[in-house]
């Protein structure tokens, strides 16, 4: 056990040190930027609205924001190594397809969560007067949306050596799970049942009012928890493949 979380941490590092040698740093600074000023827009054209309905307009603002930036942080996480051809020499390391999915998840997800700590812990409650109450319950939220987002950008670019590639299959996948509750009513009962859980803006919602469900915990766990396995299991059959 031991062993397998210090091979976890060299793969963390491993992508710190990646992460910091590329242009992404600096983009992620003017992304936050960018949506700081937005936000300040939306608050400053919003006279006669409360802040607890700013803020509830703000989340969907950021659950967007959050989707698309765990994408693009995210859908690089093998299309780099295939096309730096580094993805064979971590084959050849004594590292599992699943410590090295953790590894590259746990950096992305870091990266990801502080700056919504930065947009929305700190920005929102500090600046914009949001209840304490509503910014906690939603930055929770907004840290599920963000596993999962990125878990499915992971997932994505495990697939491929082109990021648009990458991008596409993240975005059908988002896409589909966003409007796959408004489907559910074509479909017969026992598909109907489980398509019915599959929309993931209504499992958002209740994080904006100020309520942790279990059902959309859940929800955001599990699909990341699936797609990291699929990401593993992408990994060992391209492995035993030898691509």
Same mark, same amino acid.
């Given at each position: 056990?031991?062993?397998?979380?210090?091979?976890?941490?060299?793969?963390?590092?491993?992508?710190?040190?990646?992460?910091?040698?590329?242009?992404?740093?600096?983009?992620?600074?003017?992304?936050?930027?960018?949506?700081?000023?937005?936000?300040?827009?939306?608050?400053?054209?919003?006279?006669?609205?409360?802040?607890?309905?700013?803020?509830?307009?703000?989340?969907?603002?950021?659950?967007?924001?959050?989707?698309?930036?765990?994408?693009?942080?995210?859908?690089? =996480?093998?299309?780099?190594?295939?096309?730096?051809? *580094?993805?064979?020499? &971590?084959? !050849? @390391?004594? /590292? %599992?397809?699943?410590?090295?999915?953790?590894?590259?998840?746990?950096?992305?997800?870091?990266?990801?969560?502080?700056?919504?700590?930065?947009?929305?812990?700190?920005?929102?409650?500090?600046?914009?007067?949001?209840?304490?109450?509503?910014?906690?319950?939603?930055?929770?939220?907004?840290?599920?949306?963000?596993?999962?987002?990125? =878990?499915?950008?992971?997932?994505?670019?495990?697939? *491929?050596?082109?990021? &648009?590639? !990458? @991008?596409? /299959? %993240?975005?059908?996948?988002?896409?589909?799970?966003?409007?796959?509750?408004?489907?559910?009513?074509?479909?017969?009962?026992?598909?109907?049942?489980?398509?019915?859980?599959?929309?993931?803006?209504?499992?958002?919602?209740?994080?904006?009012?100020?309520?942790?469900?279990?059902?959309?915990?859940?929800?955001?766990?599990?699909?990341?928890?699936?797609?990291?396995?699929?990401?593993?299991?992408?990994?060992?059959?391209?492995?035993?493949?030898?691509?």
């Amino acid at each position: 056990m031991k062993g397998s979380l210090q091979r976890i941490y060299w793969v963390y590092l491993k992508e710190l040190s990646s992460f910091f040698g590329s242009s992404l740093p600096p983009l992620s600074i003017g992304i936050l930027a960018f949506c700081c000023g937005f936000v300040s827009v939306i608050l400053a054209s919003t006279d006669r609205a409360t802040y607890e309905q700013v803020t509830v307009a703000i989340f969907y603002i950021f659950y967007l924001l959050t989707l698309g930036s765990g994408v693009f942080l995210s859908m690089s =996480a093998f299309v780099n190594e295939r096309k730096q051809g *580094t993805l064979e020499l &971590l084959y !050849s @390391l004594p /590292i %599992s397809d699943l410590e090295l999915v953790i590894g590259k998840f746990l950096l992305n997800f870091t990266i990801l969560g502080v700056l919504l700590f930065l947009m929305q812990g700190v920005y929102i409650f500090w600046i914009a007067e949001a209840p304490l109450y509503m910014t906690a319950t939603g930055l929770i939220g907004l840290w599920l949306v963000a596993m999962y987002a990125t =878990a499915i950008g992971i997932f994505a670019s495990s697939f *491929t050596e082109s990021h &648009l590639i !990458s @991008l596409l /299959i %993240s975005t059908g996948i988002i896409v589909f799970v966003d409007i796959g509750g408004y489907l559910a009513g074509l479909l017969p009962a026992p598909a109907r049942e489980i398509f019915s859980y599959m929309h993931a803006l209504d499992q958002f919602n209740p994080f904006t009012r100020g309520i942790i469900p279990l059902q959309g915990t859940l929800f955001f766990g599990g699909m990341a928890i699936l797609f990291l396995f699929f990401t593993v299991r992408v990994l060992e059959s391209r492995r035993w493949r030898g691509n």
